[in-house]
């Protein structure tokens, strides 16, 4: 059998398992019309409705029932006014509908029709390549791209590749997961032109990898506007955004790495895999095995939208990380987690106390006044020598486990650079070790998630 | 009181202890004059007889009861005949004395009369400047270029000096010292003028430092003809010799510490002090105040002259650190140490066991082969996951102890690097900790040198 034909055979139970039935498409279709048809009564006529999203590009996963609805209003507008009109036309076209005001980037209307979730998004109307407003007001460019050069097979390929990243935990550009949007997933579709051709080129990249579909550049030249990072995917309806930004390196290693596993033995359960959760006493094994020292810091979570509480959880987490590493610890791993109600930053470390004593390095003898500015300094030391050209001081250590080390750092959190939000939430800290993550099945997942981590 | 009167006044009575007694002189030259007569009528004419070291160049420190006597040959004789023929007139002269044959670069022959020793040295005839012979060989140059430039009061100030540096440890280019040896001191004392402005001078260095008495070289190439130490002293008989080749850093910078100590705050302490012996007790609290990991590795010491066995031991010791550092144990200090019969080797380290686990750094993904050899290599390994762009396997480790890594390690002491005679002396290791120390004074003395030592 030939490779392609191999694939083939996979692939196409999963293509159907990923499309949506008719009955879904009908739904989304009726709640579609409805909505769009009361808003076109609210607004005024040089206001126009536009659908986007992936069920207006025919991208959306089977079960993923979630409609985006935009109300397009003229350029010439105040922001602010813009989206207090569209806001309040919103309102007006959900009358007797309960909703819900959000934020993302701006601010826009959420609301629940028949287990379908509609966002209605006030938003300037765009021309293609005209001067870009914000990410909202891109959307529709996004929509007008995609839905030029998709066909019905793309569409399926689309859903292959969203659904392989779901599974491997690398779909979503939220800062949670850092990983591949879905507008992402149908730029490589349709780039690569298929699913099996995508993921080939993605067994091929190296680390930094630029991509340019509408070469809006030099060759080469996209990598420089973004360094630093390790894939750069230029927005073909905006030269200036990388529209793989988010990605990690961390998920794009992994994506590469699926991808080959999945081109040389190519199976079903890269799509469809669970997640693995380990028993209490398969737990405790992994754990006692190690013969490391875990640290669990818990502490509610700060009430701020995903998109905000993730990089604090992570600018908190490396925080404290970096205050262990000065403090002579040597990190094995470090996780962090929230469900929105607590948060969890986890330390596992090579050693559970340190010595009471310290090294303190001082300076190359010939600096005369550092010398005697040191020896002044180092008066109560145990010992103060000469090693090669420096002297060296053997002094006390204040602390010598991890949670004393954190809890004087955590006396003073802003000098650490945590998150006001962070800091006031930490004050309801609690410490805990592994073995406390065997307690109730949120903490296991999490437990099993590092412990655990697949490759 | 101005500076020098200061120093003079410390000094005036370091000198005068420091001097031999007109009876230790007279005895050192009525043994000289007896050995020098008999050898005389052993030896033909064409051969002479020489007296160097510190008592001939008159540097010698009261109590420093040793002669060199040097029977020079010809340069067109053969070394092996030369040497042969040295030694034969040598025990022929001292017929019904003990003498003991020693080593060395060349053979020379050790006795003991009246309390005195003496080194009967064969030894080519040499002119100053001529293509120089072995280091034997240049001892006459020496002894002529010092005693040419050396009045009663530099001879004084070379004792002080000497005297210095014994006192504080770094005295003697034996590699056991690694310090500052006797026509050195001479040397420093000549360049400079007087004790006080060599210490103003080395108060000053900075490394690495480069001194050329003779200026037999441009400025700033001797530094570049010895390249990696931290002193370099050109000799004044041989431009291409560094007289100061075996000074390490460590002892570099203690005398450029004291010497600005002394300067400062002149003292007969410098001189005199004597090495502090702490008591079992006392040391029992210094070690269980530190909270490290003290393993103790002790055998019998190989028959070996000193400077073959140290540069052994330190080669040794610092072969098994390397390997401690590898198994990713961290060292905190260590020290070696025999008294020609018993070795002993000290490791402290910040951690007495190391997790069950090891992290495994792997290839970056997009290394297609390597990432495939690494998995498969890492089968067994508890966990293998991606962090950022490279794999990482958490695999068991093997030993978690000092004892056992080492253990293992001298499995195969070749392999290791340490040298055959200390493989051998090895087979009879014993393990022992830091409390183990305070068993006898010796290594009461060692446990002090090592926890307390002095800048």
New interface residues.
């Given amino acids: 059998m030939q490779a392609d034909a191999r694939y083939e055979k996979v692939l196409k139970t999963v293509r159907a398992r990923l499309r949506p039935p008719a009955s879904e498409l009908a739904l989304l279709a009726g709640v579609q019309e409805r909505i769009v048809g009361r808003l076109r009564k609210a607004v005024p006529d040089e206001v126009e409705i536009g659908t986007m999203g992936s069920v207006a590009k025919g991208t959306a996963l089977r079960g993923n029932r979630e409609l985006d609805i935009f109300i397009l209003m003229p350029r010439q507008w105040a922001l602010d006014d813009m989206q207090k009109k569209g806001l309040a036309w919103a309102k007006q076209a959900m009358r007797g509908i309960k909703t819900e005001l959000n934020y993302a980037q701006h601010p826009y209307l959420k609301a629940y029709v028949e287990g379908v979730k509609i966002d209605l998004v006030p938003s300037y109307k765009l021309h293609n390549m005209e001067r870009l407003g914000s990410a909202v007001d891109r959307s529709q460019l996004h929509a007008e791209w995609a839905n030029a050069r998709l066909n019905e097979r793309l569409r399926d390929d689309v859903r292959l590749l969203k659904q392989f990243f779901k599974a491997l935990g690398v779909y979503g550009a939220q800062t949670r997961v850092e990983g591949f949007s879905g507008y992402l997933c149908e730029l490589l579709v349709i780039h690569y032109g298929g699913f099996v051709p995508a993921l080939r080129a993605m067994?091929?990249?190296?680390?930094p990898h630029a991509l340019d579909p509408q070469k809006h550049h030099q060759d080469g030249h996209a990598l420089k506007l973004f360094p630093g990072v390790?894939l750069v995917v230029i927005d073909p309806v905006d030269a200036h955004r990388n529209v793989a930004a988010v990605v990690?390196?961390?998920s794009?290693?992994?994506a590469?790495?699926a991808a080959?596993a999945f081109l040389q033995k190519p199976s079903a359960e890269f799509f469809f895999r669970e997640k693995e959760v380990h028993s209490a006493a398969r737990l405790r094994n992994?754990i006692r095995?190690?013969?490391?020292c875990t640290v669990l810091l818990s502490f509610p979570s700060p009430d701020e939208v995903e998109d905000v509480l993730w990089p604090q959880l992570r600018k908190t987490a490396q925080s404290l990380l970096a205050r262990l590493e000065r403090a002579?610890f040597?990190l094995?791993g470090h996780y962090f987690w929230s469900d929105g109600k607590r948060a969890l930053i986890l330390f596992e470390m090579?050693?559970s106390?340190?010595?009471?004593?310290r090294?303190a390095g001082g300076p190359?003898?010939?600096l005369?006044r550092d010398?005697e500015a040191f020896?002044k300094r180092r008066k109560g030391a145990?010992?103060?020598?000469?090693?090669?050209?420096?002297?060296v001081a053997?002094v006390r250590r204040e602390q010598?486990t991890p949670k004393e080390v954190l809890e004087e750092a955590l006396q003073n959190p802003a000098k650490l650079g945590i998150p006001a939000p962070f800091a006031r939430a930490m004050r309801k800290r609690k410490w805990g070790a592994a073995l406390d993550l065997l307690k109730d099945a949120g903490l296991r997942e999490v437990a099993s998630d590092y412990?655990?981590?697949?490759?």
């Fill in positions: 067994g091929s990249w190296r680390m390790p990690s390196r961390t794009m290693a992994r590469m790495l080959r992994i095995s190690r013969g490391t002579e040597r094995f090579m050693e106390e340190l010595p009471a004593v090294r190359q003898v010939w005369a010398v020896i145990a010992n103060v020598h000469v090693e090669h050209e420096r002297l053997v010598r412990f655990s981590r697949r490759l």
